[in-house]
């Protein structure tokens, strides 16, 4: 089966031209609080991108695709480290994307915000990872 990941490539590309564009502008300015939209839109983006299809790359390893589908974000996660698709390293750096994501939501903006931005830089790594973990394989 063939996994398109042209969407969370696109996504990711967004994603780092966002974070190069916040870093050349000061807080306060305009142009930084667009920056600053769309690094949080994209992070947010990729995340559940890249939940959906590892979900797909696991599909093999369960009994029926249901099986797969049926999986917690955290639990997919945790069986591509399992199936050794990706390191526990990493497991754990997802699932606490995921945390920043679903906690901080619920907080004021501007600490949602903040969380965010510190954790990209190594966020847009490991889904630039994912992504070659995705495709490893394919039949294209």
């Not at 995340?47 to 639990?75: H, V």
């Amino acid at each position: 089966m063939t996994i398109s990941t042209d969407h969370i490539r696109r996504c990711i590309q967004t994603l780092r031209t966002a974070c190069d564009g916040l870093e050349r502008h000061e807080a306060g300015d305009v142009m930084y609080e667009i920056y600053r939209a769309a690094c949080v839109k994209e992070f947010e983006l990729v995340l559940e991108q890249s939940g959906r299809l590892l979900k797909k790359k696991l599909r093999p390893y369960f009994a029926s695709n249901r099986q797969a589908d049926q999986l917690t974000f955290n639990d997919i996660f945790r069986h591509a480290a399992k199936h050794c698709l990706i390191s526990g390293d990493s497991c754990e750096r997802w699932l606490e994307y995921r945390a920043v994501r679903n906690v901080t939501a619920h907080e004021c903006r501007e600490q949602f915000t903040a969380r965010t931005l510190e954790i990209l830089p190594q966020f847009v790594a490991d889904a630039e990872e994912l992504v070659y973990t995705i495709e490893a394989g394919r039949d294209d």
